[in-house]
Protein backbone atom coordinates (compact mmCIF):
# COMPACT_ATOMS: atom_id res chain seq x y z
CA UNK A 1 0.00 0.00 0.00
CA UNK A 2 1.03 3.44 -0.63
CA UNK A 3 1.03 6.18 2.41
CA UNK A 4 1.32 9.61 1.64
CA UNK A 5 2.13 12.02 4.81
CA UNK A 6 1.78 15.44 4.88
CA UNK A 7 3.66 18.51 6.95
CA UNK A 8 4.24 22.38 7.04
CA UNK A 9 0.85 23.21 7.86
CA UNK A 10 0.53 26.47 10.40
CA UNK A 11 -1.05 29.44 11.11
CA UNK A 12 0.43 32.25 9.34
CA UNK A 13 -0.27 36.02 8.29
CA UNK A 14 -1.75 37.02 5.08
CA UNK A 15 1.25 37.72 2.64
CA UNK A 16 3.33 35.26 4.63
CA UNK A 17 4.25 31.80 3.05
CA UNK A 18 4.43 28.06 4.09
CA UNK A 19 6.24 25.19 2.55
CA UNK A 20 3.88 21.57 2.65
CA UNK A 21 5.97 18.48 1.81
CA UNK A 22 4.24 15.17 1.60
CA UNK A 23 6.31 11.92 2.05
CA UNK A 24 5.80 8.86 -0.13
CA UNK A 25 6.29 5.26 0.91
CA UNK A 26 5.01 1.61 0.11
CA UNK A 27 6.40 -1.42 -1.99
CA UNK A 28 4.56 -0.22 -4.89
CA UNK A 29 5.14 3.58 -5.21
CA UNK A 30 5.21 4.51 -8.57
CA UNK A 31 2.63 7.36 -9.21
CA UNK A 32 3.05 9.04 -12.95
CA UNK A 33 0.87 11.88 -10.92
CA UNK A 34 0.40 13.57 -7.74
CA UNK A 35 -1.48 16.58 -6.33
CA UNK A 36 -2.69 19.08 -3.95
CA UNK A 37 -6.06 19.84 -2.37
CA UNK A 38 -7.56 21.59 0.08
CA UNK A 39 -10.86 21.64 1.73
CA UNK A 40 -12.21 24.26 3.73
CA UNK A 41 -15.15 24.09 6.79
CA UNK A 42 -18.74 23.96 4.26
CA UNK A 43 -16.87 23.85 0.99
CA UNK A 44 -16.13 20.67 -1.65
CA UNK A 45 -12.49 19.82 -2.04
CA UNK A 46 -10.75 21.81 -4.43
CA UNK A 47 -7.69 21.39 -6.54
CA UNK A 48 -4.35 23.04 -6.04
CA UNK A 49 -1.80 21.70 -8.07
CA UNK A 50 -0.50 19.30 -9.59
CA UNK A 51 2.78 17.25 -11.05
CA UNK A 52 3.93 14.80 -13.37
CA UNK A 53 6.74 12.83 -11.33
CA UNK A 54 8.11 11.47 -14.58
CA UNK A 55 9.21 14.94 -16.70
CA UNK A 56 8.01 17.08 -13.83
CA UNK A 57 5.16 19.04 -16.08
CA UNK A 58 2.45 20.97 -13.63
CA UNK A 59 -1.21 22.29 -13.54
CA UNK A 60 -2.43 24.78 -10.78
CA UNK A 61 -5.88 26.03 -10.07
CA UNK A 62 -6.42 29.67 -11.73
CA UNK A 63 -6.75 31.07 -7.93
CA UNK A 64 -3.22 30.27 -6.63
CA UNK A 65 -1.24 30.88 -10.17
CA UNK A 66 1.68 33.02 -9.43
CA UNK A 67 1.36 32.69 -5.45
CA UNK A 68 2.30 28.97 -5.57
CA UNK A 69 4.33 26.31 -6.82
CA UNK A 70 4.39 22.24 -6.89
CA UNK A 71 8.11 20.68 -7.05
CA UNK A 72 8.56 17.20 -5.96
CA UNK A 73 12.33 15.26 -5.77
CA UNK A 74 11.95 11.76 -7.25
CA UNK A 75 14.93 10.41 -5.43
CA UNK A 76 13.02 11.39 -2.06
CA UNK A 77 10.01 10.69 -2.84
CA UNK A 78 9.01 14.07 -1.41
CA UNK A 79 6.41 16.80 -3.16
CA UNK A 80 5.85 19.79 -1.82
CA UNK A 81 3.97 23.10 -2.37
CA UNK A 82 5.80 26.72 -1.95
CA UNK A 83 2.81 28.76 -1.09
CA UNK A 84 3.83 32.46 -1.02
CA UNK A 85 1.39 35.49 -0.79
CA UNK A 86 -1.02 33.77 1.40
CA UNK A 87 -4.74 35.18 1.83
CA UNK A 88 -7.14 34.07 4.64
CA UNK A 89 -8.77 32.76 2.04
CA UNK A 90 -6.39 29.84 1.74
CA UNK A 91 -7.20 28.73 4.82
CA UNK A 92 -7.91 25.14 4.52
CA UNK A 93 -7.04 21.17 5.64
CA UNK A 94 -4.84 20.50 2.30
CA UNK A 95 -4.27 17.13 1.26
CA UNK A 96 -1.93 15.19 -0.83
CA UNK A 97 -2.70 12.54 -3.27
CA UNK A 98 -1.70 10.50 -5.69
CA UNK A 99 -2.34 8.14 -8.84
CA UNK A 100 -1.09 5.99 -11.49
CA UNK A 101 -3.25 7.65 -14.31
CA UNK A 102 -1.60 9.62 -16.63
CA UNK A 103 -3.40 12.70 -16.27
CA UNK A 104 -2.74 15.56 -14.60
CA UNK A 105 -6.75 15.75 -13.03
CA UNK A 106 -7.88 18.70 -11.45
CA UNK A 107 -10.97 16.07 -10.22
CA UNK A 108 -10.43 14.49 -6.83
CA UNK A 109 -11.88 11.07 -7.98
CA UNK A 110 -9.17 10.70 -10.46
CA UNK A 111 -6.61 9.98 -7.04
CA UNK A 112 -6.37 6.65 -5.42
CA UNK A 113 -4.12 7.26 -2.55
CA UNK A 114 -4.60 9.92 -0.05
CA UNK A 115 -2.81 12.23 3.01
CA UNK A 116 -4.06 12.72 6.40
CA UNK A 117 -4.24 16.54 5.90
CA UNK A 118 -2.13 19.65 7.71
CA UNK A 119 -4.46 22.42 8.27
CA UNK A 120 -3.31 25.93 6.65
CA UNK A 121 -4.61 28.76 9.00
CA UNK A 122 -3.61 32.12 7.33
CA UNK A 123 -5.02 35.01 9.47
CA UNK A 124 -5.71 39.08 7.87
Do not use: H
Request: with cysteine.
Amino acid sequence: QVQLVESGGGLVQAGGSLRLSCAASGRTFSPYVMGWFRQAPGKEREFVAAIRWSGGSTSYADSVKGRFTISRDNAKNIMYLQMNSLEPEDTAVYYCAATRTFSLSSRPGSYDYWGQGTQVTVSS
